[in-house]
């Protein structure tokens, strides 16, 4: 029998990611904004959240913030014996909302793809995207991992949930607090640029496409993300030539 697959959330990682998947399976989708159906129509089916909801495989592609409270909400309704997998940015979080509020008969995992729609526009292949296993039975765990590294290309990284969140602290907490305010400071209107400002102001205009809520989840759920800026901040105020330490 077909594996069937569903994306909850059609925002522009949702997107992405189910267009990659739906050229390998059938893929549905789900949001809670109707007007999101018409970019799925070339690729993918529109369905209701509890046809969604019964796949044997179910990715969240949905705002960290509204996470747990959707698990609370569906974990009834969702099919014992499918896998559901978060695609946030953080981990520890998930996971522990995944083992409170899920049935023992519906499964986990969590991954993070570590691309999104601007850094893999040319590529998906090579890319790279985190794997943790969660509750999860092995033959269901490997399948997800033939899925991701044989299927679509990309390479599989085995961290803890833990190690991921601290990682994600310097790669993702701190280079949005960089490039948002490198944007707030107007770099972009500068008429002349050197090329390590032109970098900078490149990472700028990636970071200032992803949303300021995602920005505000980092650091409301990573528990190293204020760690990381802390030090961040002790360090730059030590470096300067004006400093008093």
């Not at 996971?95 to 040319?122: I, M, N």
């Not at 907490?173 to 400002?197: C, E, Q, V």
Request: proline share 4%.
């Amino acid at each position: 029998m077909e594996v069937e697959f569903s994306i909850i959330g059609a925002g522009r990682f949702g997107l992405f990611w189910g267009e990659h998947l739906s050229r390998k399976f059938r893929v549905s989708f789900y949001d809670v904004n109707p007007s999101r159906e018409k970019y799925v129509s070339n690729f993918g089916n529109w369905a209701p959240l509890k046809e969604c909801l019964n796949k044997d495989f179910i990715f969240l592609t949905i705002p960290i913030r509204r996470m747990e409270d959707f698990i609370k909400e569906n974990s009834s309704r969702i099919k014992p014996d499918s896998v559901i997998i978060d695609c946030a940015s953080v981990k520890l979080a998930v996971q522990k909302w995944f083992t409170r509020h899920l049935p023992t008969e519906v499964y986990f995992a969590s991954c993070h793809p570590l691309f999104g729609p601007d850094s893999a526009k040319l590529e998906l292949q090579g890319q790279k995207i985190t794997l943790q296993p969660g509750r999860i039975p092995y033959h269901k765990y490997l399948f997800l991992v033939q899925l991701m590294s044989e299927k679509l290309k990309l390479e599989v990284l085995s961290i803890t949930a833990d190690e991921h969140d601290r990682l994600m602290a310097f790669n993702l907490s701190l280079i949005h607090h960089l490039g948002r305010t490198f944007n707030d400071l107007h770099i972009y209107k500068l008429s002349l640029m050197m090329a390590g400002l032109k970098k900078i102001s490149e990472i700028s205009d990636v970071v200032m496409n992803d949303s300021t809520e995602l920005f505000h989840d980092f650091y409301r759920f990573n528990p190293y993300a204020i760690k990381v800026e802390k030090r961040f901040l002790e360090i730059f105020r030590n470096l300067s030539p004006t400093s008093t330490t």
